[in-house]
């Protein structure tokens, strides 16, 4: 998440995420009785920003095919429109990951959404498994799996289903199959007819399946970071990674500050990439929480993490040729260590593990062909096979849980839809929202130079989400002041960008 911009990422694998706060949820819903809400407030993760809401719950059965079995509860919020004469339609506001909860992702993303609040309830709700609805939380964070060999995730991915097992929650009912009937009992029990919905990265996934089950409640659906119904994540991720960065760094090269700064930092990337697969250093930097002195070995994999992670937004990404610069041309590594630390301290907290493996191991792991996958060509990129690799052996003991028949199959809907993309994103690029559109008879797909995974903090994209749900009219749109869009200047010194 790009919290200098307001904005919203959805992480790649095994994280497809970001920074977040959960809050405490209030009164009780019922499907047969009028929604009971409870004020409460949904804070920025920074502390420095929170915002007014109105929480509730709702009990649904953790099995759908079972009634009366286990229940569990879904934590929701809703930041009630500030019109009186608001719309009837509401905007539910789908997160990422898979693993993020709904109520800690709004207030990185608050501002995009002012607009629109002025006129129409946003809903947000916590996935089954995230949040404060039964999350799937497994003691995990990426910068213990980035030194993880396969019998250590082996061993982790055991412990985290012991630990469900002895709650006990059935992991395999978390599945986006199983998620989209929850949102619409939501729906129902809060008394809305049609509705509008965002998604961004994985909540593209949520979303689109939601739209082809219940096609009749969306009113208009926007797509942030596209995954397209028939992708198995996994494959290409590390190849779509490899071209983000690769276009990153060629910015810096056509920028003249830049160049006259750095040289060619893709040069320095691929030297220095190679320095670290033969010798990690050691070092130690400041814990970027504590302030306190934090021994790292720094090595190949902590390179990968840093590069991926910081490629989500543009504001990241106009460290990284600095970063580089000062730890293949100095040998100053504190740099890129504290982006590392920060990365990952960041992440422990906001992606729920459990949740993350049930939709992975049943949605992608099982339709991905090994005998398409180019081995060496995901050697040649920065983050290699492991990433595919740790996929294949946590799925190699996690259940496997329902996915509709028709999930995989191309949407086909008449429904107004605006997809949005970056350039550069390393997750989801530009060509998932276009195989996207395939079957979206009324869709406009805007995608932005320069920028990565999510278009929140992207100038004016908050009014143009408004008037796209205000008129559900993707032709009607106009997108004119994206003309003056540009990505982040990149950081020539540790004070800035060059003047």
Same mark, same amino acid.
């Given at each position: 998440?790009?919290?200098?911009?307001?904005?919203?990422?959805?992480?790649?694998?095994?994280?497809?995420?970001?920074?977040?706060?959960?809050?405490?949820?209030?009164?009780?819903?019922?499907?047969?009785?009028?929604?009971?809400?409870?004020?409460?407030?949904?804070?920025?993760?920074?502390?420095?920003?929170?915002?007014?809401?109105?929480?509730?719950?709702?009990?649904?059965?953790?099995?759908?095919?079972?009634? +009366?079995? !286990?229940?569990?509860?879904?934590?929701?919020? %809703?930041? #009630?429109?500030?019109? *009186?004469?608001?719309? &009837? /339609?509401? @905007?539910?506001?789908?997160?990422?990951?898979?693993?993020?909860?709904?109520?800690?992702?709004?207030?990185?993303?608050?501002?995009?959404?002012?607009?629109?609040?002025?006129?129409?309830?946003?809903?947000?709700?916590?996935?089954?498994?995230?949040?404060?609805?039964?999350?799937?939380?497994?003691?995990?964070?990426?910068?213990?799996?980035?030194?993880?060999?396969?019998?250590?995730?082996?061993?982790?991915?055991?412990?985290?289903?012991?630990?469900?097992?002895?709650?006990?929650?059935?992991?395999?009912?978390?599945?986006?199959?199983?998620?989209?009937?929850?949102?619409?009992?939501?729906?129902?029990?809060?008394?809305?007819?049609?509705?509008?919905?965002?998604?961004?990265?994985? +909540?593209? !996934?949520?979303?689109?399946?939601?739209?082809? %089950?219940? #096609?009749?409640?969306? *009113?208009?659906?926007? &797509? /942030?970071? @596209?995954?397209?119904?028939?992708?198995?994540?996994?494959?290409?991720?590390?190849?779509?990674?490899?071209?983000?960065?690769?276009?990153?760094?060629?910015?810096?090269?056509?920028?003249?500050?830049?160049?006259?700064?750095?040289?060619?930092?893709?040069?320095?990337?691929?030297?220095?990439?190679?320095?670290?697969?033969?010798?990690?250093?050691?070092?130690?930097?400041?814990?970027?929480?504590?302030?306190?002195?934090?021994?790292?070995?720094?090595?190949?994999?902590?390179?990968?993490?840093?590069?991926?992670?910081?490629?989500?937004?543009?504001?990241?990404?106009?460290?990284?040729?600095?970063?580089?610069?000062?730890?293949?041309?100095?040998?100053?590594?504190?740099?890129?260590? +504290?982006?590392?630390?920060?990365?990952?301290?960041?992440? %422990?907290?906001?992606?729920?593990?459990?949740?993350?493996?049930?939709?992975?191991?049943?949605?992608?792991?099982?339709?991905?062909?090994?005998?398409?996958?180019?081995?060496?060509?995901?050697?040649?990129?920065?983050?290699?096979?492991?990433?595919?690799?740790?996929?294949?052996?946590?799925?190699?003991?996690?259940?496997?849980?329902?996915?509709?028949?028709?999930?995989?199959?191309?949407?086909?809907?008449?429904?107004?839809?605006?997809?949005?993309?970056?350039?550069?994103?390393?997750?989801?690029?530009?060509?998932?929202?276009?195989?996207?559109?395939?079957?979206?008879?009324?869709?406009?797909?805007?995608?932005?130079?320069?920028?990565?995974?999510?278009?929140?903090?992207?100038?004016?994209?908050?009014?143009?989400?408004?008037?796209?749900?205000?008129?559900?009219?993707?032709?009607?749109?106009?997108?004119?002041?994206?003309?003056?869009?540009?990505?982040?200047?990149?950081?020539?010194?540790?004070?800035?960008?060059?003047?």
């Amino acid at each position: 998440m790009r919290i200098a911009r307001l904005t919203c990422r959805a992480a790649a694998w095994p994280l497809l995420i970001l920074v977040l706060l959960a809050v405490t949820a209030g009164g009780a819903l019922h499907a047969d009785a009028p929604p009971v809400y409870t004020p409460c407030r949904l804070e920025h993760p920074s502390g420095l920003a929170a915002f007014a809401a109105e929480c509730t719950t709702l009990r649904v059965p953790e099995d759908p095919a079972q009634p +009366g079995g !286990r229940t569990i509860e879904l934590a929701i919020a %809703r930041v #009630p429109a500030i019109s *009186r004469r608001k719309a &009837l /339609d509401p @905007v539910f506001l789908i997160a990422g990951g898979p693993g993020q909860g709904g109520r800690a992702m709004y207030p990185t993303v608050a501002a995009a959404f002012a607009r629109i609040g002025r006129e129409r309830d946003l809903v947000l709700v916590d996935q089954r498994g995230t949040g404060g609805s039964a999350a799937l939380d497994c003691a995990l964070d990426d910068e213990a799996l980035t030194e993880a060999d396969d019998a250590v995730l082996l061993a982790l991915t055991r412990r985290c289903l012991e630990t469900f097992g002895q709650r006990p929650q059935d992991v395999r009912q978390y599945t986006t199959s199983v998620a989209v009937q929850d949102l619409e009992r939501v729906r129902v029990a809060l008394g809305y007819g049609t509705i509008n919905l965002y998604g961004v990265s994985y +909540g593209t !996934r949520v979303a689109q399946h939601y739209l082809r %089950r219940h #096609p009749t409640a969306v *009113r208009s659906l926007i &797509l /942030d970071g @596209v995954v397209p119904p028939g992708l198995a994540l996994g494959p290409a991720m590390a190849l779509d990674a490899e071209a983000a960065l690769t276009r990153i760094l060629a910015r810096c090269t056509a920028d003249a500050a830049c160049r006259k700064a750095f040289g060619d930092p893709a040069a320095q990337y691929r030297a220095l990439r190679a320095a670290l697969e033969q010798q990690p250093v050691d070092l130690t930097v400041a814990d970027p929480s504590t302030g306190e002195p934090r021994a790292l070995r720094f090595g190949a994999r902590h390179l990968g993490a840093v590069l991926r992670l910081s490629s989500y937004g543009d504001a990241q990404a106009s460290l990284l040729p600095m970063a580089l610069h000062e730890a293949q041309s100095k040998r100053n590594f504190t740099p890129l260590a +504290g982006l590392f630390l920060m990365s990952t301290d960041g992440l %422990r907290d906001s992606i729920a593990y459990g949740m993350h493996n049930s939709v992975v191991c049943s949605e992608d792991l099982p339709f991905v062909d090994d005998r398409k996958v180019d081995r060496t060509a995901l050697a040649g990129t920065y983050l290699g096979t492991e990433m595919l690799d740790s996929l294949r052996a946590i799925c190699s003991l996690w259940p496997r849980g329902p996915v509709d028949a028709d999930f995989r199959e191309r949407l086909v809907s008449d429904v107004p839809v605006l997809l949005l993309s970056g350039s550069d994103d390393p997750v989801t690029p530009p060509a998932g929202a276009i195989a996207a559109m395939a079957g979206l008879k009324r869709a406009r797909h805007l995608v932005i130079a320069g920028e990565g995974h999510s278009q929140l903090g992207v100038t004016c994209m908050d009014r143009i989400l408004a008037d796209f749900v205000r008129d559900a009219d993707p032709a009607k749109l106009d997108t004119t002041c994206l003309a003056r869009a540009r990505p982040a200047p990149f950081f020539t010194s540790p004070s800035g960008p060059a003047p």
